[in-house]
């Protein structure tokens, strides 16, 4: 017969802590969720000012540059003080040959040419009026016989371009490049191909074909300035007018 189990039923303590919210726990609970609000605030702030900065030098930057091209843009060039000083002997040149409203392109091409420099001031030399000296690079050694020469190239290349007044842009800069080109023919090649108004474009494509599509190596001075083609300056016109302000 079983006998039931007179053991006693002790029961174990609860070992364990109990875990009260006490005022200060509660303090310290509150503060470290304020120390956290403040410090995500604060990165939050900072990534704010950064943004806010970014964009400050962003559009001091663009500002800048925008007042960088238009200054360059609204430049004006000038001849220089020798070229100047030809301009009693140019008049008289220019009255000559009837140029006399063109004294100041003249002073243009003159700067674009030689800056004053040497005798052969409209590098004319090569033209067909020199009859008096050799007809090579700086083959004429007479200031005023280069002017005479170079007016008259000059003048014959605007008669090409039929130019109608000082202010004609559009056949100055047909008769710039056949001045640099060579008149006759320049004008045949825009005849030929029914062009009738400067561009760059069509002034490298005579270029090229001029040259025997033969280009400039990119190591030559004049490749960027004159054009990729090993035949005058393609933006002849251009750089003469950059001096010329009718």
């Known amino acids: 017969m079983n006998t039931p189990d007179k053991t006693p039923n002790i029961q174990q303590p609860n070992t364990a802590v109990s875990k009260k919210t006490t005022p200060e726990n509660s303090e310290l609970i509150k503060a470290q969720r304020l120390a956290l609000r403040r410090k995500r605030l604060r990165q939050k702030q900072v990534r704010?000012?950064?943004f806010l900065l970014a964009c400050a030098l962003f559009l001091l930057t663009a500002a800048s540059v925008i007042l960088f091209s238009n200054r360059k843009r609204n430049e004006i060039l000038t001849i220089n003080e020798t070229c100047e000083s030809y301009r009693p002997d140019v008049e008289q040149a220019a009255a000559s040959y009837g140029m006399s409203d063109y004294v100041d392109l003249i002073l243009a091409l003159m700067m674009q040419e030689s800056s004053g420099r040497?005798?052969?001031v409209l590098q004319s030399s090569e033209g067909a009026y020199n009859t008096k000296y050799p007809q090579v690079p700086g083959g004429i050694t007479d200031v005023n016989y280069s002017i005479a020469c170079g007016i008259q190239e000059l003048k014959y290349s605007m008669?090409?371009?039929g130019v109608s007044s000082p202010t004609d842009m559009k056949g100055i800069r047909l008769a710039l490049q056949g001045y640099n080109f060579g008149a006759d023919v320049y004008f045949s090649y825009l005849e030929r191909e029914g062009i009738t108004?400067?561009?760059?474009?069509?002034?490298?494509?005579?270029a090229k074909a001029a040259s025997g599509n033969t280009p400039r190596s990119k190591d030559?001075?004049?490749?960027?300035?004159?054009?990729?083609?090993?035949?005058?300056?393609?933006?002849?016109p251009e750089h003469v007018l950059r001096y010329y302000h009718p």
């Open 159 to 161: 008669e090409k371009a």
């Open 118 to 120: 040497g005798p052969d």
């Open 48 to 50: 704010r000012q950064k």
């Open 220 to 236: 030559d001075p004049f490749y960027h300035t004159a054009g990729p083609w090993d035949y005058g300056d393609q933006r002849y």
């Open 197 to 206: 108004s400067w561009s760059e474009e069509t002034a490298e494509d005579f």
